[in-house]
């Protein structure tokens, strides 16, 4: 069959056929349809499109040019050999009276960028939906394409509204500037702009961070600006309100450079505390605020920090700007980087002067007391000794010569008054016991050493656990206070190994030279548990040692058993 337009016909790059309308047969087909169909030329001559496209729609079609009605881009499926199913948007056009022209878009691959570009419209719209900054995008002419919600409830102006329109056309008090930093933007400047202020309809202003980055293509064209709003009002209320409790804190807070010592930051704290302004410290070495008594534990402190990134309760003294110095205790934790190294210090410095005084106060009460007491111990002994028994005494004297002017024939009163004399005797052992355990009269008559050998002996008599004794020869010379409280510490270690140590022996040895006392109490029985509170006794001893300017040591000994040491400075 010739067609007049044959050539253009076979030429055309747009795939064409013609149908005859009555049988719906393929008369005709030009290479470019044969290509969208994926089938030769022959195959196709003689063919119904039934094959090509599905029933329904040509039944349609068909119907639709029957009637008159012109047939402009309709979508269709197209079926290939292989199964493979092609979007096709048809045209058909009469021809003559009996064919049609049959015009193809293959629009397939136009549907799969439509259906990617909604999807990734969907899921941009889920991202900008999940941010908690407020995101837009605006096209390269400054019109919005995206819009989040967070966007949304910053600026008062819903997303459709705000879709394909200016910024300075949307925002009803938009911050100053705004059109000239989104020229900028668009002319290719990243902008940063913090601080801006945004009143959004029937709210209160508010204060925000503006970023905007151009998008460029790739060949560094501007198609478009990504703009982000950082809602900084309540960041600013909460610093406001942190830096407000920073500096009016009753406590000094510092922060120090974790390497160097140097200070870094510190509130109004530090100058009430030392006196010294924020202004002559920040810096310098925080080892400058030190007082020379307390610099080698501040340096051993921070060598500690450095090594664990904490200091807990650490006393010390630091100097004030007079000269003077306060007792201040340190809290120190660190502020590690992404790697873990340490990079400052978070610090607290506490005045703790005034508990140090009450402390001093207390400890002078309670040596008072501890002084007090051993002298009225003194008293009530003597007058055990020297009244109570010398009445006893006088008592026996009685009974003895009422025994010796009975009649020889009064069995019955000679057996009352040697009962009565037994517990006149009693009595007076006891008296003896009690006014040694008050007051031993060895310590003030033959010093220490000879109390210390008694006390043993009694311990040892008493317990049946054997004690060793090794002290020097002579009274030492030691002070009174001194020798008390070292005998007291004995009189208390010996009741504690009585009472928990289940021990078979125990050892005391006192050792006196230049450098001062050491009192050491050594036994073998279960031990000391470990990290267990110190009982009153225990603080008992502690607190009679600090008064005379000694220390207590008490440790569990390997071997087992436990070691209590007393030290004396000379």
Not at 133 to 141: I, P
Not at 267 to 284: D, K, P
Not at 351 to 367: G, H, N, Q, W
Not at 514 to 536: K, T, Y
Request: charged share 25%; glycine share 8%.
């Amino acid at each position: 069959m010739t067609l007049p337009f044959d050539a253009v016909f076979r030429a055309s790059p747009v795939p064409q056929a013609l149908v005859q309308l009555s049988t719906s047969v393929l008369v005709a087909v030009n290479p470019a349809f044969a290509a969208l169909a994926e089938r030769s030329e022959a195959e196709l001559l003689g063919l119904t499109n039934t094959g090509l496209f599905e029933p329904a729609k040509r039944e349609e079609l068909r119907a639709r040019v029957l009637g008159g009605e012109a047939v402009r881009e309709v979508p269709v499926e197209l079926t290939r050999p292989s199964g493979e199913k092609r979007s096709v948007l048809l045209s058909l056009d009469p021809v003559g009276s009996d064919l049609l022209l049959v015009t193809a878009e293959d629009i397939t691959e136009q549907r799969r960028a439509e259906l990617a570009l909604g999807h990734s419209q969907d899921l941009s719209a889920l991202v900008l939906g999940a941010l908690d900054e407020a995101v837009a995008v605006l096209d390269a002419d400054a019109r919005y394409l995206l819009f989040s919600p967070k966007m949304e409830e910053l600026s008062g102006c819903p997303a459709e509204r705000a879709l394909g329109r200016h910024p300075w056309e949307v925002l009803t008090n938009p911050a100053p500037g705004l059109g000239q930093r989104v020229a900028r933007a668009l002319a290719g400047e990243t902008i940063d702009a913090p601080g801006l202020e945004i009143t959004p309809p029937g709210k209160p202003p508010r204060r925000v961070d503006l970023f905007a980055r151009p998008v460029l293509s790739v060949e560094r064209a501007v198609r478009g600006v990504v703009v982000r709003l950082t809602d900084v009002t309540a960041l600013s209320e909460a610093r406001a309100r942190y830096q407000d409790l920073f500096e009016n804190a009753p406590d000094a807070y510092l922060s120090v450079d974790g390497q160097t010592g140097t200070l870094i930051e510190c509130n109004r704290g530090l100058e009430r505390l030392t006196g010294f302004s924020a202004s002559e410290v920040i810096g310098r070495p925080v080892f400058e605020l030190y007082h020379p008594s307390s610099l080698a534990a501040g340096r051993a402190a921070f060598a500690e920090f450095q090594r664990t990134g904490k200091i807990d309760d650490l006393e010390l003294e630091v100097l004030r700007k007079d000269g003077s110095a306060v007792d201040v205790s340190l809290h120190v934790t660190a502020i590690r980087d992404a790697s873990g190294a340490i990079v400052r210090s978070r610090s607290i410095w506490r005045d703790i002067s005034r508990r140090k005084r009450d402390e001093t106060k207390l400890r002078e009460l309670a040596v008072a007391l501890q002084n007090v007491r051993e002298e009225e111990g003194k008293r009530i002994a003597r007058e055990l000794h020297d009244e109570l028994g010398q009445a006893m005494t006088a008592l026996q004297l009685d009974l003895g010569w009422l025994e010796r002017h009975l009649p020889t024939g009064a069995s019955e009163l000679h057996q009352r008054l040697a009962a009565a004399r037994a517990l006149i005797d009693e009595n007076l052992q006891l008296a003896r016991r009690l006014s040694s355990e008050l007051r031993p009269a060895l310590l003030d008559d033959l010093g220490l050493p000879a109390a210390m050998g008694w006390l043993c002996r009694e311990f040892e008599g008493r317990t049946a656990i054997r004690c060793t004794l090794h002290v020097p020869e002579g009274p030492g010379a030691l002070t009174e206070p001194q020798r008390t409280a070292l005998f007291r510490v004995l009189q208390e270690a010996l009741t504690n190994v009585a009472r928990h140590a289940r021990a078979e022996q125990v050892e005391v040895r006192l050792d006196l030279g230049p450098g001062g006392a050491v009192l050491g109490v050594h036994d073998d029985g279960v031990g000391i548990p470990e990290g267990s509170p110190r009982g009153l006794g225990m603080l008992g001893m502690q607190e009679r040692l600090r008064a005379v300017g000694g220390e207590l040591e008490v440790e569990r000994r390997p071997g087992g058993g436990t070691a209590v040491r007393a030290r004396l400075p000379a």
